[in-house]
């Protein structure tokens, strides 16, 4: 049997070698090559990616699988290897490979296409592309959907297995119950918070200086980690040794490029903290998107925006920028990273409106994939939610519907893990507090005691364990939205 | 026969994808990737190098281009890539896959072992490695080698076809001829030209937009290009739209950046130039290592230090460094980027000492793969030779035998072709000048117009033509070093 899986680990290893290269161009395309590069870089990426997709799909492996399937010689990570794989083939065989491939090379001009589209603040540049996303979508949901499932159900199963419409639904009620008052409270003690200091001038180079210093603060490791510039802050792993995370700074606004710090270092400590014998192998990544987010979430929002947190290090951030900082006390300072307003940019929003980013994306998506909307009624739907949920209207696109990359590189569905990922977050933070003095730990800086600690009870597994295992295991329960609404109602009440 | 040429396509676009994929990975390494990722990117450029191999290895290949081969249906292109890709084949096929892919493999290994090696100044770090690749290009060269050849003949034909030890030993000797009494004479005149001024302290960041800005001037397209910093100075092509070159810059050195720069944009626009049709083929490249080096070592000599060019933007020079550079004239910075004096790093030397620190790599190569010469002994016969040749003796292996990457990416036999790329230059200077006004050109600041006609003349033609045709149709002449002979006695009598 171990020889049946050493000939699988070949396949492995091509399709593994292949899927990093494809990740390192686009993140190079992301943070380095040059603007005329994309049509001949497209055409590489294709090819690539083709590859890739016959490094998995082929006769001999869905042999090998078969013979592997459920059987009793192999070891725990193999037999978790074959499990997984078993999905993906499934997934993946479902598309046939020139849709497959079509497809790659689709998202490779739509980035670029988005990326204009919001510099300029043209819906209409993206929207020929959003529409053929879609239908791809739409396309690749129909052949894998099974019995009793919409289109979108396939999508929202492939981010957060076992989550579906209906969860997700109950899910965001609960949390629009819960919010939209706590949020009428928040604005009558907003006016008393003066946040104006977040909005001076932060030259960007010290901006900078900053980030890196909190990044290896919270646990980012410099010798296994890469740190750059995008339009869009994001992570990016080619291995456990070479995690890659990228900010965005803007001169008139501080908490922006610090938050996303935080939050892109969460998920790089995830993936660093990635057993050894997993990484690199199908099974190396992160155990779902909601798991990821809970995890750089709970970074950003459950630490980084907590008193004790900034109570060693305010006095740093304030050295750096003594001029806009100076006068401003701790007090203030965690009052304003906590202020809850409703605003356009989901990534620049507050903890209790933050839900409501995502169900407005939710909504859109569920039009997108299981009706026929016209695409180019789109940002008026996107604006009608906004004013919907959180009363404010967008008035140009770039600060409305194009604000994400995600639908740009055809990620339909990912958006509820962000919520889901939030409420994990809740309850991971409700068991650790009962394991360690959390607040004892941030205010003596030390947050190596926190990343071991979700190290051994998250990170290590990789996908050894699904989300719902991991919450089962390590909180004692099933996953349960409550922690998440207590949270919310002890920090904004 | 077109269908059969669209077959061969196919294996054509997977090997030009994969190794497009590898010259990402090295670039990538060169710039951005953390220390610790070595080993698993290593096994990642390895599947990736084992791919691009039998992509193009394999019997449908070999097949397609016996029935290819010589056929009169094929356009021009096509029949230069047939005849191109049957040498590569012929070449490739020689050796052993799995030898390939552990040469690959020890390559990725041994520049980091030589990186640390040079900072740590400690030859016995990468000796090993050294060991190792040299033993492998032995046995490479033995599957390979013709009647009447020697190890080193190959590797020599392979970056400089129709050059072998009979010819460069020749060529050599011409240059040693004619560079040792003119050395002589430069001793004489050195003492009069005071070169202090370049080892003041230059701010990097300025530096660095200078180089920026002198890149551009030159010809090096910003859209299509990527400027970023590596240990040795170097040019990287994905293709013709996404052209990258690095530099390092020093505190105490201004020139080291600058002819860097010049040089690197140079190898650079000669990769922008390549006709779209044959951009992202196997011909798709610079039609020799010799002729690449002609048209760098043509914009950092032959223009870079001329008068003509300085005389437009010296002043911008020296507003940029205003108190380094205010007293110091245009005819004392032209003497001093002209001043010939023996040293010990090739990269820093001037061209009249260039062949000569060609020369010590030469002899120490012959050595290394045409004989059983102890490596541990390297050291001492490169101090040896530099003092035969140059009167100077390293004191530190940094300065001496560890200053070039060249051996740790597994290449010998490539620093021949920078000595025959400044003969190929000087002999293109001669033609051009007799068909334009240079001086004139320089002094108007008109590079776009030397950058037009090395693009029609040379540029264009990628590899659809060898360099001894290119220089017999451009010069109408035979390749004749007398030029450069010439050149050098003009510029330095």
Redesign the interface.
């Known amino acids: 049997m171990n020889q049946k899986f050493e000939q699988l680990q070949t396949h492995l290893?091509?399709f593994?070698?292949?899927n990093?290269?494809i990740t390192?161009?686009d993140w190079?395309s992301d943070t380095?090559?040059?603007?005329?590069?994309t049509?001949?870089?497209a055409?590489?990426k294709g090819?690539?990616a083709n590859?890739a997709y016959h490094a998995l799909v082929n006769p001999e492996v869905e042999q090998l699988l078969n013979e592997l399937k459920g059987h009793k010689d192999l070891d725990e990570i193999q037999t978790a290897i074959v499990k997984q794989l078993c999905e993906d083939f499934e997934k993946t065989a479902a598309i046939p490979a020139k849709e497959n491939q079509e497809f790659k090379e689709l998202v490779s001009h739509s980035i670029c296409a988005w990326a204009r589209a919001k510099k300029e603040d043209d819906f209409s540049v993206f929207a020929p592309y959003l529409e053929k996303l879609i239908a791809y979508q739409k396309k690749f949901a129909d052949y894998r959907k099974k019995e009793g499932q919409t289109r979108y159900d396939v999508l929202l199963n492939d981010f957060e297995k076992g989550f579906f419409i209906e969860d997700l639904d109950r899910f965001f009620d609960k949390i629009k119950q819960a919010v939209v008052p706590l949020l009428k409270e928040q604005k009558a003690k907003e006016k008393g918070i003066d946040k104006s200091y977040n909005f001076l001038c932060y030259d960007i180079e010290k901006q900078k200086e900053f980030c890196a210093w909190i990044s290896e603060y919270i646990g980012f490791?410099?010798?296994?980690?890469?740190r750059?510039e995008g339009e869009h802050p994001c992570t990016t792993n080619?291995?456990?040794?070479?995690v890659r995370i990228t900010n965005h700074f803007y001169e008139n606004n501080l908490e922006s490029a610090i938050f996303s710090e935080i939050h892109e270092s969460g998920h790089g400590i995830y993936e660093m903290g990635i057993s050894e014998k997993l990484?690199?192998t199908p099974i190396g990544g992160g155990a779902s998107c909601g798991m990821h987010e809970s995890q750089s979430r709970f970074y950003e929002n459950v630490i980084g925006r907590s008193k004790a947190f900034w109570k060693p290090i305010y006095g740093k951030l304030q050295e750096t920028f003594s001029e806009q900082l100076g006068e401003v006390s701790l007090e203030q300072f965690i009052a304003g990273i906590n202020l809850a307003k409703p605003g356009l940019i989901r990534t620049e929003s507050d903890e209790l409106t933050y839900c409501l980013h995502i169900m407005v994306r939710y909504e859109v998506e569920k039009k997108m994939i299981n009706s026929d909307y016209p695409v180019e009624k789109l940002p008026e739907l996107w604006n009608d939610l906004y004013e919907e949920y959180l009363g404010v209207r967008p008035q140009k696109d770039s600060e409305g519907i194009l604000q994400d990359i995600h639908w740009a590189t055809g990620d339909f569905g990912y958006f509820p893990s962000y919520a889901i990922g939030n409420a994990f977050a809740a309850q991971i933070y409700h068991t650790m507090k009962q394991q360690m003095d959390v607040e004892a730990i941030l205010e003596a800086g030390e947050l190596d005691k926190i990343k071991q600690w979700l190290g051994e009870q998250i990170h290590q597994y990789g996908m050894m364990k699904s989300a719902r295992e991991i919450m089962k295991d390590v909180t004692g329960e099933e996953f349960n939205p409550d922690y998440y609404i207590q949270y919310l109602e002890k920090k904004y009440k």
Chains 1, 2 share one sequence.
Do not use: C, N, W, Y
């Not at 380095?32 to 590069?37: I, S, Y």
């Not at 490791?221 to 890469?226: H, I, K, S």
């Not at 080619?238 to 070479?242: A, G, Q, S």
């Open positions: 290893d091509r593994m070698a292949l990093t290269a390192l161009f190079d380095t090559a040059p603007p005329a590069a049509e001949r870089t055409k590489v090819i690539l590859e490791e410099r010798e296994r980690g890469v750059s080619l291995h456990r040794d070479d990484s690199q």
